[in-house]
């Protein structure tokens, strides 16, 4: 037991000692690397005392390896100074022309200050600095110029701020800093500021006054401080002994680290001045990078509406919805799978179907790697609708709205004859139908069925009436058979006299059947031709909107027909739809009973007087009234969808276009930090991160998520 003890204590032992070891390393890192900078610095500023051929190779050497060190110090005080100073020099013949080598290492020297934390020195000091000056071309002369510049910054409501200011700008542009007397202009200054800032300042602490715009990284990011602000407090004492609290926001700080890691919770900000140190912390989340994603299986989340189908037909998927199960594996060695759903799959949409089909192959592909899934599909024997008629196809019409049909399905048998021709009879599979309309549903049995249409231009008493009888009346002992074909409103009669009222559409007719059942002839009147038309057959035809009045003699009796014709029309000559909407009743204009059909029908469906999108396409929808009045409109459909990478490359455009949709579209972007699109679809990534594309075609608003990177 003492062993077993002992041994766990020497293993904590050299744990503790490991890990502080580590932490160790990585301070006397930082401070090496700190240490080396300075060392360089100091060989750099010795290196440019010790040239004496100013327009010697080495001169020139010197010159440019003091440009490359300046550049690791961009947020320095005098990076400016030196990088202008040092493209100057290396276009003169001299490196000295214009005392240029003095003032780079006297910027040289102040660099030194920044990079040991010392930002300002006091007043006092400066102002001894500048009255023990015997040489005013000197390096440390411009170093002294730079000091000044400084503290100048930090005051900027004193008095002499702004004389303090040019004036060391034009000394710093002379081989002299006592050029025009300006070194005792600045004196003079300084002792007038030195009346008015404090005797000592002490830094207190530190404070974050705008958090970086960036504070969200994956594994092995960069830290960003764009955006970043930070203050530092300092207490100032005055010379009469007041003592007060001052803010001033620094740049010239310190990041401990620069490379972010999943463990990293927080970024350290160290600020020194005249060696004292502070810090503060800015929380941060580093999440896990994705390494790899690959395509592990795809999954039938939703079935398309239509998964019975005929011999013959092809698939159609509108309503499927399939998703992709990726396999993802992350910076900090966790795996998990992500879903993405309504991927575009694909689906062979021209292979005809047979009988012997039970499925369909559902395939998706991401790069390389191709996944399929199986749709399981009926398939049905079909069956036709045979149409004979026993006059020319010009006298009659006769469609039915699908070329074929399985068992069971109904079938919408449409049908009506030409002017001055009637269908005195209809059978199907030799059976009479009674009571016939302008068309007839019946349920598809197991074989082709054959519909017969008896055509002729007389109307045969003995043969059922080709329209619906009201009830008959009884007026003044006589019995009246009114018609309500296209629609009679009201019936009167006298002895010798009846009268009608009938409403009609524009193109649809009306059969007068009490003047064609005999040779006896009639006389017409009618009080406005332009509106219907009578035929010597009985046959009024409806050729304007309006209102007249027929009077018809025949015999001893008078027909006097009040008739109203209304012109239906359609709100749209062209319809635009996506899938899944639905209109409802679309002809306008009439009371009078419509019966809709679709050129195609799988693109429209029709349910009495509601059209339902179904799939992308175009189509003819017919609106037949009583009255064998037709009236057509195109309808267009659309189910848009977006095509393009679901991943951009950073500083880099892709083109994203909208499939089966209208010609106009509104693209959009959630985040356009991330990416920006214009009014074509191309987008442009811009930084790492996930958004979402969104476009609103013909109404319809689709998305699409993308990842730059």
Known sequence: MRKIIGLLSLIFVLIFSFCFIVYANEEESNLCGISDDLETLEALINEGEGITDDSSPEAFVWVTKVLNYNEKYETSFVYEDIKNDCERAKSYISIDTSNLKNKIIGYLLCLQDDINGVHYKEIGIIIEKGNNLSNNECPEAYEWIIDVLKLNNRYPDSSVFSDIKNDCERAKSYISINTSNLKNKILAYLSIMKDEIPISSELQSLEVSNNPNKTEYEDGETFDPKGLKVNAIFKNTYSNGDIKEETIEVTNYKIDKSVLYCDDTKVTITYTDSDIIKSIDINITVKPKLLSKELKSIRIEREPEKTIYKIGETFNGYGMKVNAIYSRIWSNGITDTETVENIAFTVDQTRKFVLDDEFVTVSYKDGNIEKTAKLKITIKQSYKVIITATAESDKYYAETDQPSYYEGETVHLYYGAEDGYYINKVEIDGENIDRLYIGYDFVMPAHDVVVKLYVSDQYDEGDPIPYPDDPPV?????????VDYPEVITIKSSQNTRYYTIKM????????????????????????????????????????????????????????????????????????????DV??????????????????????TVSGNVIKAVSYGNSILTARTIGDATYKCK???????????????????????????????????????????DEKGKVTGLSDGKTIIRAINNGKEISMPIEVK
């Open 474 to 482: 009884s007026i003044g002992g006589e019995t009246i058979t009114a």
């Open 505 to 580: 559409v524009k193109k649809g007719k009306y059969h007068l059947k009490e003047l064609s059942k005999d040779s006896t002839e009639y006389n017409c009147t009618n009080t406005n031709k332009s509106i219907v038309s009578l035929s010597s057959k009985g046959i009024l035809k409806a050729k304007n909107e309006g209102v007249t009045t027929l009077t018809v003699t025949k015999g001893t009796v008078k027909y006097v027909c009040n008739i109203f014709v209304t012109a239906p029309y359609y709100e749209k000559k062209t319809y635009e739809l996506n899938v899944g």
């Open 635 to 677: 309808i267009k459909v659309y189910d848009p969808m977006i095509i393009g990478s679901e991943s951009v490359v950073k500083g880099t455009t892709s083109k994203f276009k909208i499939k089966n949709g209208a010609k106009k579209t509104l693209w959009s972007i959630d985040d356009p930090n991330i990416a920006t699109v």
């Open 583 to 604: 209109i409802n009743a679309p002809l306008k204009g009439t009371d009078l009973s419509i019966v809709y059909s679709a050129k195609k029908p799988n693109v429209i």
